[in-house]
């Protein structure tokens, strides 16, 4: 019998190479569907907003055709800037959180922008927030997340990432400490805090309650201390090949597994793996059927419908 709170192991059009709504330089959202079918996951998100379609009823026929069901929808937000970020941001999140609830998802994965980089990829932008845009941060996802819950019935996740003003462990308790749990937690990436040598297991222990959804991804430590040390951009990181395949980065997967587990029976645990842009459009799907494999097998108690 299934243990129905074992984690909800889904997979993300990121695992594709997906980082656009249309782009050649991807698979293309029937190939997509398809071989997620065809690996064995049930579970998937949305995307970039676009990329599935936007139209409800298509896209619950697409998704019924292979036995799959989206667990979230993802926005990028600026809400450090204050009250003028907001209607932008919201008309921008209003789009999504429209689809994502049409079908049948209770999640928004919020991400902050990431630093701006010059023609030379030097940052030119600043890599902190000063102590008026963290108010406005925490303050702005507060009312963010009670509105997403008010308006659309989703719970925001927010997604700390590499080259974003929350991406390391001061950052990600500072977020944490300074908003509502009713209205934002987090979506832990594994990949995205290894990055900046965050441990998942130990932050899942330390806030139980705040560990709302999970991103499966690891990381290449060597390539990431080359990265680290010579300020490679993340984009051009990811084309060298940082994120990679289980069990050949960090960190691994059973203990975060189990420690999600127990803090938050039942949830989602999307796996993710950047590799855009993708030069073999094979390459995906055999590295998805390594990867399913892994985690069957790791230790860890998953279930996948």
Same mark, same amino acid.
């Given at each position: 019998?299934?243990?129905?709170?074992?984690?909800?192991?889904?997979?993300?059009?990121?695992?594709?190479? +997906?980082?656009?709504? +249309?782009?050649?330089?991807?698979?293309?959202?029937?190939?997509?569907? =398809? /071989? !997620?079918a065809?690996?064995?996951?049930?579970f998937?998100?949305?995307?970039?907003? @676009?990329?599935?379609?936007?139209?409800?009823?298509?896209?619950?026929?697409?998704l019924?055709?292979h036995? *799959?069901?989206?667990?979230?929808?993802?926005?990028?937000?600026?809400?450090?800037?204050? =009250?003028s970020?907001?209607?932008?941001?919201?008309?921008? +999140?209003?789009?999504v959180? %429209?689809?994502?609830?049409?079908? @049948?998802?209770?999640?928004?994965i919020v991400l902050? /922008?990431?630093?701006s980089?010059?023609?030379?990829?030097?940052?030119s932008?600043?890599?902190?927030f &000063?102590?008026? /845009?963290?108010?406005?941060?925490l303050?702005?996802?507060n $009312?963010?997340?009670? =509105?997403?819950?008010?308006?659309?019935?989703l719970r925001?996740?927010?997604h700390?990432?590499? $080259?974003?003003?929350? @991406?390391?462990?001061?950052?990600?308790?500072?977020?944490?400490?300074?908003?509502?749990p009713?209205?934002?937690? *987090?979506?832990?990436?594994?990949?995205?805090?290894?990055?900046?040598?965050?441990d998942s297991?130990? *932050?899942?222990?330390?806030y139980?309650?705040?560990?709302?959804?999970?991103?499966?991804?690891? !990381?290449?430590p !060597?390539?990431?201390?080359? %990265?680290?040390?010579?300020?490679? &951009?993340?984009v051009?990181?990811?084309?060298?090949? *940082?994120?990679?395949?289980?069990?050949?980065? +960090?960190?691994?997967?059973?203990?975060?597994?189990?420690?999600?587990?127990?803090?938050?029976?039942g949830?989602?645990a999307?796996?993710?793996?950047?590799?855009?842009?993708?030069?073999?459009?094979?390459?995906?799907l055999?590295i998805?059927?390594?990867?399913?494999?892994?985690? /069957?097998?790791?230790?860890?108690?998953?279930?996948?419908k």
């Amino acid at each position: 019998m299934a243990d129905n709170t074992a984690p909800k192991v889904g997979i993300a059009p990121d695992s594709w190479g +997906v980082w656009n709504a +249309v782009d050649p330089a991807q698979p293309g959202p029937d190939q997509y569907l =398809r /071989e !997620v079918a065809e690996v064995g996951f049930h579970f998937t998100e949305l995307g970039p907003y @676009g990329y599935l379609g936007t139209d409800p009823a298509k896209l619950a026929d697409q998704l019924a055709e292979h036995n *799959l069901a989206i667990t979230a929808g993802t926005v990028f937000t600026g809400l450090h800037r204050g =009250r003028s970020e907001w209607d932008n941001a919201w008309k921008n +999140v209003s789009e999504v959180a %429209v689809l994502a609830k049409a079908m @049948g998802a209770e999640h928004l994965i919020v991400l902050p /922008e990431m630093w701006s980089r010059d023609e030379h990829g030097h940052i030119s932008s600043e890599r902190e927030f &000063s102590a008026e /845009e963290w108010q406005n941060a925490l303050d702005g996802h507060n $009312e963010f997340g009670k =509105r997403l819950i008010e308006e659309f019935g989703l719970r925001q996740q927010y997604h700390a990432h590499a $080259e974003t003003q929350v @991406g390391d462990e001061k950052e990600i308790v500072r977020l944490l400490e300074g908003t509502d749990p009713r209205y934002l937690n *987090l979506c832990l990436d594994t990949g995205h805090y290894a990055y900046y040598f965050g441990d998942s297991v130990s *932050l899942i222990e330390r806030y139980p309650d705040r560990i709302g959804y999970l991103h499966l991804k690891q !990381v290449e430590p !060597v390539l990431m201390a080359h %990265v680290l040390k010579n300020d490679i &951009s993340f984009v051009d990181a990811v084309q060298q090949g *940082l994120m990679v395949e289980p069990p050949f980065g +960090v960190p691994g997967y059973a203990p975060i597994l189990a420690a999600a587990q127990k803090a938050n029976p039942g949830i989602f645990a999307i796996i993710e793996q950047d590799m855009y842009p993708v030069a073999d459009f094979a390459k995906p799907l055999q590295i998805a059927k390594r990867t399913k494999a892994y985690i /069957e097998g790791c230790g860890a108690k998953v279930q996948f419908k």
